[in-house]
C-alpha cells in the first residue's frame, strides 16, 4: 500500500453495525432521546421556576433546601477527602508488543495557522512510530489547510489525510465519525488543531488502558497563550479546578469527562457507544454519558497535559460557553430515560446530579426566579444556603487546583489567583440561565462551530509562497 493511504472500504461499514452491541433497552433510549430537546427544555424550565416560587411560598420551603444543602455538604465532604486513583507508570520497554496501536485523529477546518505544528508534534511522539498514527480530517477548509497537509503528509509517514467532501454533514462528530472506519487504532485519540503536547504523551497514557474497565482517558488541559488577560486567567483557574475536581470525583467512584481536546478512547467502548454523535453540538459531553450509561469509566490524570489557546476577549467567551452550556444541557434531556432507570449506578447517578445537575443546570436556571420572588417578599434568596456551599467547593477545589498544576508554593499569590478565578466564574450563571430559556423556545442549529486559532506556522507558509 502506498505510504499515506489507507485502504479502499465502506467509511461507514462499521458504524452501522455499532449499534447492534449495544442492548436494546439502552439502545432504544440512547436513539429516542434525541427528539423534542425544546419541547422537555420548555418542561423543565416550568418545573424549575414554579418549584422555586413554591420553595418562597410556603413555610416547608426552607427545610428543602437546608435539606439539599446538608446533602450537598455531605458529598462535598467525601470529594474534597477522596484519594484520587493512581496513576500507572508510564510504558519503557523496547519490546513492540508492549505498545498498543494508537490512533491520533483531529477535524480541522480552515486551520491553517496551527495546523502544521500540531502535526509537527504529533508525528514526532516518543513512541514508536509504527505503532501509531495521525488522521487529520480536513472538512472542507477555504483556506491554505489543504495545501498544507498535502505537504506534510509527504514528509511524515505516520500522517494520512481525508479530505471531506461538499455534501458531507455532521460538523466535528460527522468528520471523526468518516475517518473512524478507516483507522487501526486500538485506541483512539482526539485533538483540537491548536493542541501542543509533550513528547512523552502516549507513553504516559497507555498504560491507564490496562484496567479493563477503563473505557476513555481525559488528560489536564492547559492554556498557552503567550500573553494573558482577566479571561485568559480566568480560564486558566477553571481549568486548574476542572482536573482537581474530577479527580476526586472518579476517586469516590463517581463520573469523570471528557474534554474534547486530549481525550483518549477504547475502540471497543466507542464502537459500542454508536461513534460519535452528530447530533449534538459538544460531542465531547455526550459521549461522556453514553460512555458511563454502557459501564465504562472515564480516568482523568493531571500530568502529561495538552495545551491549547484560550479565548481572549468576553465575546468570544459567551459564544463558546453558550455551546459547552447548551451541549451539557441537551445530554440530559436527551438520556434522562437510562439515567432515571439507574443505568450508571448509585455512586455515579449521585454524584452526577450533585457535581452536575443541580449546581451546574438547576441553580442556575433558579437564580432569576428566587432573586424576584426574593425583591417582591423582602428577604433573602431562598437557595442562598445552596449557593453559598456551591461557591466554597469551587474555591477550595480551585485554590488547590492551582498549586497543583502551576507547582506553586505561594498560598498568597495562589489565593489572589483563585479569587479572581471565582469573579470569573460567575459568567456562568449568565450563561447558564440564559441558555435554558432560549433553548425551551427555539433549537439551536447543529453546524460546525469552532473557536479561531491565532498560532503561527510561518515556517510553513514562507516556504510554500
Avoid at 157 to 169: E, P
Avoid at 399 to 423: C, E, H, T, W, Y
Wanted: hydrophobic fraction near 45%; charge should be neutral.
Amino acid at each position: 500500500m502506498p505510504e499515506n493511504s489507507w485502504p479502499e472500504k465502506d467509511s461507514y461499514s462499521e458504524l452501522d453495525e455499532i449499534e447492534t452491541l449495544l442492548d436494546d433497552d439502552l439502545q432504544s433510549d440512547l436513539f429516542q432521546g434525541l427528539e423534542g430537546r425544546r419541547r422537555k427544555a420548555a418542561v423543565v424550565l416550568a418545573m424549575v421556576w414554579s418549584g422555586t416560587i413554591a420553595l418562597h411560598s410556603f413555610s416547608w420551603g426552607i427545610w428543602v433546601v437546608l435539606g439539599l444543602t446538608g446533602m450537598f455538604c455531605l458529598h462535598t465532604i467525601r470529594l474534597l477527602f477522596a484519594r484520587p486513583l493512581p496513576v500507572p507508570e508510564p510504558l519503557s520497554g523496547e519490546n513492540l508488543s508492549e505498545y498498543p496501536y494508537v490512533s491520533l485523529l483531529v477535524a480541522a477546518k480552515n486551520e491553517e495557522a496551527v495546523i502544521g505544528n500540531l502535526v509537527k508534534m504529533l508525528c514526532n511522539l516518543d513512541y514508536p512510530a509504527e505503532r501509531y498514527e495521525l488522521w487529520v480530517i480536513d472538512d472542507r477548509s477555504t483556506d491554505r489547510t489543504p495545501a498544507l497537509l498535502e505537504r506534510l503528509a509527504g514528509e511524515y509517514q505516520q500522517l494520512r489525510v481525508l479530505h471531506r467532501s461538499a455534501g458531507a454533514t455532521g460538523g466535528k462528530s460527522g468528520a471523526l465519525n468518516q475517518a473512524l472506519p478507516l483507522t487501526r487504532g486500538e485506541i483512539i485519540a482526539v485533538f483540537d488543531a491548536d493542541a501542543r503536547v509533550t513528547p512523552d504523551l502516549l507513553r504516559r497514557i497507555v498504560p491507564c488502558f490496562n484496567q479493563e474497565r477503563v473505557g476513555a482517558v481525559q488528560v489536564q488541559k492547559a492554556v498557552v497563550n503567550p500573553t494573558a488577560n482577566f479571561w485568559i486567567e480566568g480560564q486558566i483557574a477553571e481549568m486548574a479546578l476542572d482536573t482537581h475536581l474530577q479527580r476526586h470525583r472518579v476517586g469516590i467512584g463517581g463520573i469523570g469527562e471528557l474534554r474534547g481536546n486530549g481525550q483518549f478512547v477504547r475502540r471497543s467502548a466507542l464502537k459500542r457507544c454508536g461513534g460519535w454523535n452528530e447530533e449534538t453540538i459538544t460531542d465531547d459531553l455526550d459521549l461522556t454519558i453514553r460512555l458511563h450509561l454502557d459501564g465504562w469509566d472515564i480516568q482523568i490524570l493531571e500530568e502529561p497535559v495538552v495545551g491549547e489557546e484560550g479565548v481572549t476577549t468576553a465575546l468570544a467567551l459567551w459564544h463558546q460557553r453558550n455551546r459547552w452550556a447548551e451541549g451539557g444541557y441537551q445530554r440530559y434531556l436527551d438520556y434522562w430515560r437510562p439515567i432515571l432507570r439507574h443505568r450508571l449506578g448509585t455512586r455515579k447517578t449521585i454524584d452526577l446530579f450533585f457535581s452536575f445537575v443541580l449546581i451546574q443546570y438547576l441553580l442556575p436556571t433558579a437564580v432569576v426566579p428566587d432573586f424576584l420572588m426574593a425583591l417582591v417578599r423582602h428577604r433573602p434568596p431562598i437557595l442562598a444556603p445552596l449557593t453559598g456551599c456551591g461557591f466554597a467547593l469551587s474555591f477550595a477545589t480551585m485554590f488547590v487546583g492551582l498549586r497543583r498544576s502551576q507547582k506553586n508554593d505561594k498560598p498568597f499569590a495562589v489565593l489572589l489567583q483563585a479569587i479572581k478565578g471565582m469573579v470569573y466564574m460567575v459568567h456562568w450563571f449568565v450563561v447558564i440561565a440564559s441558555t435554558t430559556a432560549r433553548m425551551s423556545i427555539r433549537p439551536k442549529q447543529l453546524k460546525w462551530v469552532k473557536t479561531v486559532h491565532q498560532g503561527n506556522d510561518e515556517v510553513l507558509l514562507e516556504s510554500e509562497s
